[in-house]
C-alpha cells in the first residue's frame, strides 16, 4: 500500500512537471468557458500611427481574442494572454460601446457607424469593415458576449458611475400606458432650412435601428415620429425622449389639428371655400378631418390641436361668465339711443359649430376664442349700438321682443358666412340712465296715484251706489210689506166681516133660540102660575113663592147674633163679641175642598 501512494505521488508530480514544460514548450493556453482571452504580442513589426489594436501581425493588441479551449503556440516570451470575464447584459438594460480604435468618425457624425461585427465579438472584422472608433451607434441588448476589452469598453448599469453616466440612462426605456414619446435625435445630418422637425423616416423600428434611420435620411433634433407605449432598446446617445399625455378630446367636442410639419402644403378645400386652406392628414396646414373625442398620440411639439365644442355655445355679455371662459373678455354692451341716452344691454348670444364645418372655422380665424373676440363681439355689438341709435330708450323698452328677434336675424345672417350656425339672440337686462328712469319713476307713481284716486272715486260711487241700491232696497222691502199688510189687513178685515157676519148671524140664531126658549119657559111659568093661582088661589100662591125662594136662595129669617136693644151699649157690645165667637166656630174649607167641622 505504502509502495502504491509513493509510485502515484511520482506520477503526479511527473505529470505536473511534464505539463508546465508543455506550457513552455508548447505555448499552451487553457480558456474557460466563461472567459475570453486577451492576446498582447510582445515581438513584432509596429503598428501604424494612430492604430492600437493589431490586425497583421503588429507587436501589441491583436484584434483576435482566444475562444473557450486549449491553445497552442502562445509561447510566453512572445505572447502575453489575459484572461477576461465575458460581458453579460442583463434583461431590462442595455450596453454602451466606446471603441479604442478603427476608422475617425466623420465631422457631422458623432456617433460610430454600425458594422458588421457579430455584436462587437469580432474585433476583426468590425475594423476591416471600417468600424469608427469612439462612441458606437450600436449597442447590446440583454445576453453574454465575448467581447475583446483592448478595443472595445462596454458600459452597463454595473459600471456607469465610472463612466459619469446615470444607470437609468442603461436601461431599457418605458413609455408610460397614455403617454407618447417625442423623440429628439443627437446625430444625423442637419434639419433641412425652414423645417423645425425631421420628417418620418420609414424601417427604422422606432428609433431601436438607428444606422437605418440615418441611411434613410433621418435628421438631427426633433423629430416628427413619436413612441408609443412600450418597451424599447433605445441608444441614449443617439436619442433623447421625453413623455407627454395622449391629447384627449373630450366628449363634446373635436379636435382640428394644426400642423407645422409634414409633406408639402396642398390644398383641399375647394373652390367655394376662399379664406383658408385645408389639407389632407401628414401635411402641414389645417388638417380637413377633424380629431373626434377619444386619446390621439400626437406630438405637440409640431402639432397643434385646437378644441372646438360641437355642443352649443352660450357668449354673455354680461357680468357673468360660463365654464367655457370664451366670454370672459365680454361685457354689458353700452349703446345711445335715438335722444341721446347712454345705456347698457345685456345679451346672451347661443351659437354652434358643426364638426364637419369645425376646420373651416379654425382655419378662417384660428380658435374659438379668436372667432368671439375677432368675429362675434364686433358684429353683436355693433348690431346694438346701431340699432339703439333708431329708437328712444323708451321704445326700445317697450319694444324689447321686437328688437330681439330682428337682432336674432341679422347676427344669424352675419356669422353664417364664418361657417358658424347662431341659434338664438337673447336680451337679458336693459339698464336705462338714472335720470330718466327717475323721471318715469315719478311719472309712474303720478300715474299710479291718479289711477289710485279714479279707482277709490269709483269705489266711493260704486259704495254710494250700493247704498242708495241697499236703502231702495230696504224701501221696497217695507213697501213690500205695507203691501203685504194691506193685503193681509184686508184679508183680516174681510175675514172679520165674514167672522162678524157668521157671529151676529149665530148671535141672531141664538138671541132667536133663546128668546124662544124664554117666551117657552115663560108662557110655561105663565101656564104654571095660573094653575097655581087657580089652584091656591092669588094670596096663596103668591105665599108658596116666597117661601120656595127664600129656601132656595138661603135666606135667614133669624140672625145668627141678637142684639138687646135696651138703648145701652152693652148690646153693642155684646152682638160684636157674639159675631167673632160665630166667625171662630165656623167650619173652615180644607184642600180637598171638604169643610173641616
Same mark, same amino acid.
Not at 462596454?154 to 426605456?173: C, E, F, G, Q, S
Not at 340699432?387 to 336674432?408: C, G, K, M
Given at each position: 500500500?505504502?509502495?502504491?501512494?509513493?509510485?502515484?505521488?511520482?506520477? @503526479?508530480?511527473?505529470?505536473?512537471?511534464?505539463?508546465?514544460?508543455?506550457?513552455? @514548450?508548447?505555448?499552451?493556453?487553457?480558456?474557460?468557458?466563461?472567459?475570453?482571452?486577451? =492576446?498582447?504580442? !510582445? /515581438?513584432?513589426?509596429?503598428?501604424?500611427?494612430?492604430?492600437?489594436?493589431?490586425? !497583421?501581425?503588429?507587436?501589441?493588441?491583436?484584434?483576435?481574442?482566444?475562444? #473557450?479551449?486549449?491553445?497552442?503556440?502562445?509561447?510566453?516570451?512572445?505572447?502575453?494572454?489575459?484572461?477576461?470575464?465575458?460581458?453579460?447584459?442583463?434583461?431590462?438594460?442595455?450596453?454602451?460601446?466606446?471603441?479604442?480604435?478603427?476608422?475617425?468618425?466623420?465631422?457631422?457624425?458623432?456617433?460610430?457607424?454600425?458594422?458588421?461585427?457579430?455584436?462587437?465579438?469580432?474585433?476583426?472584422?468590425?475594423? /476591416?469593415?471600417?468600424?469608427?472608433?469612439?462612441?458606437?451607434?450600436?449597442?447590446?441588448?440583454?445576453?453574454?458576449?465575448?467581447?475583446?476589452?483592448?478595443?472595445?469598453?462596454?458600459?452597463?448599469?454595473?459600471?456607469?458611475?465610472?463612466?459619469?453616466?446615470?444607470?437609468?440612462?442603461?436601461?431599457?426605456?418605458?413609455?408610460?400606458?397614455?403617454?407618447?414619446?417625442?423623440?429628439?435625435?443627437?446625430?444625423?445630418?442637419? $434639419?433641412?432650412?425652414?423645417?423645425?422637425?425631421?420628417?418620418?423616416?420609414?424601417?427604422?423600428?422606432?428609433?431601436?435601428?438607428?444606422?437605418? *434611420?440615418?441611411?434613410?435620411?433621418?435628421?438631427?433634433?426633433?423629430?416628427?415620429?413619436?413612441?408609443?407605449?412600450?418597451? &424599447?432598446?433605445?441608444?441614449?446617445? *443617439?436619442?433623447?425622449?421625453?413623455?407627454?399625455?395622449?391629447?384627449?378630446?373630450?366628449?363634446?367636442?373635436?379636435?382640428?389639428?394644426?400642423?407645422?410639419?409634414?409633406?408639402?402644403?396642398?390644398?383641399?378645400?375647394?373652390?367655394?371655400?376662399?379664406?383658408?386652406?385645408?389639407?389632407?392628414?401628414?401635411?402641414?396646414?389645417? &388638417?380637413?378631418?377633424?380629431?373626434?373625442?377619444?386619446?390621439? #398620440?400626437?406630438?405637440?411639439?409640431?402639432?397643434?390641436?385646437?378644441?372646438?365644442?360641437?355642443?352649443?355655445?352660450?357668449?354673455? &355679455?354680461?357680468?357673468?361668465?360660463?365654464?367655457?371662459?370664451?366670454?370672459?373678455?365680454?361685457?354689458?354692451?353700452?349703446?345711445?339711443?335715438?335722444?341721446?341716452?347712454?345705456?347698457?344691454?345685456?345679451?346672451?348670444?347661443? $351659437?354652434?359649430?358643426?364638426? #364637419?364645418?369645425?376646420?373651416?372655422?379654425?382655419?378662417?380665424?384660428?380658435?374659438?376664442?379668436?372667432?368671439?373676440?375677432?368675429?362675434?363681439?364686433?358684429?353683436?355689438?355693433?348690431?346694438?349700438?346701431?340699432?339703439?341709435?333708431?329708437?328712444?330708450?323708451?321704445?326700445?323698452?317697450?319694444?324689447?321682443?321686437?328688437?330681439?328677434?330682428?337682432?336674432?336675424?341679422?347676427?344669424?345672417?352675419? $356669422?353664417?358666412?364664418?361657417?358658424?350656425?347662431?341659434?338664438?339672440?337673447?336680451?337679458?337686462? $336693459?339698464?336705462?340712465?338714472? %335720470? @330718466?328712469?327717475?323721471?318715469?319713476?315719478?311719472?309712474?307713481?303720478?300715474?299710479?296715484?291718479?289711477?289710485?284716486?279714479?279707482?277709490?272715486?269709483?269705489?266711493?260711487?260704486?259704495?254710494?251706489?250700493?247704498?242708495?241700491?241697499?236703502?231702495?232696497?230696504?224701501?221696497?222691502?217695507?213697501?213690500?210689506?205695507?203691501?203685504?199688510?194691506?193685503?193681509?189687513? %184686508?184679508?183680516?178685515?174681510?175675514?172679520?166681516?165674514?167672522?162678524?157676519?157668521?157671529?151676529?148671524?149665530?148671535?141672531?140664531?141664538?138671541?132667536?133660540?133663546?128668546?124662544?126658549?124664554?117666551?117657552?119657559?115663560?108662557?110655561? !111659568?105663565?101656564?104654571?102660575?095660573?094653575?097655581?093661582?087657580?089652584?091656591?088661589?092669588?094670596?096663596?100662591?103668591?105665599?108658596?113663592?116666597?117661601?120656595?125662594?127664600?129656601?132656595?136662595?138661603?135666606?135667614?129669617?133669624?140672625?145668627?147674633?141678637?142684639?138687646?136693644?135696651?138703648?145701652?151699649?152693652?148690646?153693642? /157690645?155684646?152682638?160684636?163679641?157674639? /159675631?167673632?165667637?160665630? %166667625?171662630?166656630?165656623?167650619? !173652615?174649607? =180644607?184642600?180637598?175642598?171638604?169643610? %173641616?167641622?
Amino acid at each position: 500500500m505504502a509502495t502504491f501512494l509513493i509510485v502515484l505521488g511520482i506520477v @503526479l508530480v511527473s505529470l505536473f512537471m511534464l505539463l508546465l514544460f508543455s506550457k513552455s @514548450l508548447l505555448g499552451l493556453v487553457v480558456i474557460n468557458e466563461r472567459e475570453v482571452g486577451i =492576446v498582447i504580442k !510582445k /515581438m513584432g513589426a509596429r503598428l501604424p500611427p494612430g492604430r492600437h489594436i493589431a490586425l !497583421k501581425g503588429e507587436a501589441g493588441y491583436q484584434a483576435q481574442t482566444l475562444a #473557450p479551449g486549449w491553445h497552442f503556440g502562445y509561447y510566453p516570451w512572445r505572447f502575453t494572454v489575459k484572461k477576461t470575464a465575458v460581458t453579460v447584459i442583463p434583461q431590462g438594460q442595455i450596453g454602451l460601446v466606446v471603441a479604442a480604435d478603427g476608422s475617425p468618425t466623420p465631422a457631422h457624425r458623432i456617433l460610430g457607424k454600425v458594422v458588421e461585427s457579430h455584436n462587437f465579438q469580432d474585433a476583426a472584422q468590425f475594423l /476591416m469593415n471600417g468600424g469608427e472608433q469612439g462612441r458606437q451607434l450600436a449597442i447590446l441588448t440583454a445576453g453574454t458576449y465575448r467581447i475583446n476589452t483592448a478595443l472595445f469598453t462596454i458600459i452597463t448599469t454595473a459600471n456607469a458611475d465610472r463612466h459619469n453616466m446615470p444607470a437609468r440612462d442603461l436601461l431599457v426605456y418605458q413609455i408610460e400606458p397614455d403617454k407618447v414619446g417625442i423623440v429628439t435625435t443627437l446625430d444625423g445630418q442637419p $434639419i433641412d432650412n425652414g423645417e423645425i422637425a425631421g420628417p418620418i423616416v420609414q424601417d427604422h423600428n422606432s428609433f431601436q435601428d438607428a444606422q437605418t *434611420f440615418l441611411n434613410n435620411g433621418g435628421r438631427r433634433g426633433l423629430q416628427e415620429e413619436v413612441l408609443l407605449s412600450g418597451s &424599447w432598446n433605445l441608444n441614449p446617445w *443617439f436619442v433623447n425622449v421625453e413623455q407627454f399625455p395622449m391629447t384627449e378630446i373630450p366628449i363634446g367636442h373635436v379636435g382640428i389639428v394644426i400642423a407645422f410639419v409634414g409633406k408639402a402644403h396642398m390644398d383641399v378645400s375647394g373652390d367655394g371655400f376662399k379664406h383658408g386652406n385645408l389639407v389632407d392628414p401628414g401635411h402641414k396646414g389645417v &388638417w380637413v378631418t377633424p380629431l373626434y373625442p377619444g386619446k390621439h #398620440p400626437i406630438n405637440t411639439r409640431v402639432m397643434k390641436v385646437e378644441l372646438v365644442p360641437t355642443t352649443n355655445i352660450v357668449l354673455n &355679455w354680461a357680468g357673468r361668465t360660463e365654464t367655457h371662459k370664451y366670454d370672459a373678455h365680454l361685457s354689458p354692451i353700452t349703446v345711445r339711443s335715438k335722444d341721446g341716452f347712454a345705456f347698457n344691454l345685456d345679451v346672451a348670444q347661443i $351659437i354652434h359649430i358643426g364638426a #364637419p364645418e369645425a376646420p373651416k372655422v379654425i382655419s378662417r380665424v384660428g380658435s374659438v376664442q379668436n372667432l368671439v373676440d375677432h368675429v362675434l363681439q364686433p358684429i353683436v355689438g355693433n348690431y346694438f349700438r346701431n340699432s339703439a341709435q333708431e329708437y328712444t330708450v323708451l321704445d326700445f323698452l317697450s319694444a324689447r321682443s321686437e328688437r330681439q328677434e330682428d337682432a336674432s336675424d341679422h347676427i344669424r345672417r352675419a $356669422i353664417s358666412a364664418y361657417d358658424v350656425q347662431a341659434l338664438d339672440t337673447l336680451l337679458g337686462d $336693459i339698464t336705462p340712465p338714472d %335720470e @330718466l328712469m327717475l323721471t318715469q319713476t315719478n311719472r309712474k307713481i303720478a300715474e299710479e296715484e291718479r289711477k289710485t284716486y279714479e279707482t277709490q272715486k269709483l269705489a266711493q260711487d260704486e259704495r254710494q251706489q250700493l247704498v242708495r241700491a241697499t236703502s231702495l232696497a230696504d224701501i221696497q222691502h217695507d213697501m213690500v210689506r205695507s203691501e203685504k199688510g194691506v193685503q193681509i189687513a %184686508e184679508l183680516q178685515a174681510q175675514a172679520d166681516i165674514k167672522r162678524a157676519g157668521g157671529e151676529a148671524q149665530a148671535i141672531k140664531l141664538r138671541a132667536a133660540g133663546e128668546a124662544d126658549a124664554i117666551r117657552r119657559k115663560g108662557q110655561a !111659568k105663565a101656564e104654571a102660575y095660573l094653575a097655581g093661582v087657580q089652584a091656591l088661589g092669588s094670596q096663596g100662591y103668591t105665599t108658596l113663592q116666597m117661601m120656595q125662594i127664600v129656601g132656595d136662595q138661603g135666606v135667614r129669617i133669624v140672625p145668627d147674633v141678637s142684639v138687646n136693644g135696651n138703648g145701652t151699649g152693652s148690646g153693642m /157690645m155684646e152682638g160684636l163679641m157674639g /159675631m167673632m165667637l160665630h %166667625e171662630k166656630v165656623q167650619p !173652615k174649607p =180644607v184642600d180637598n175642598g171638604e169643610v %173641616e167641622g
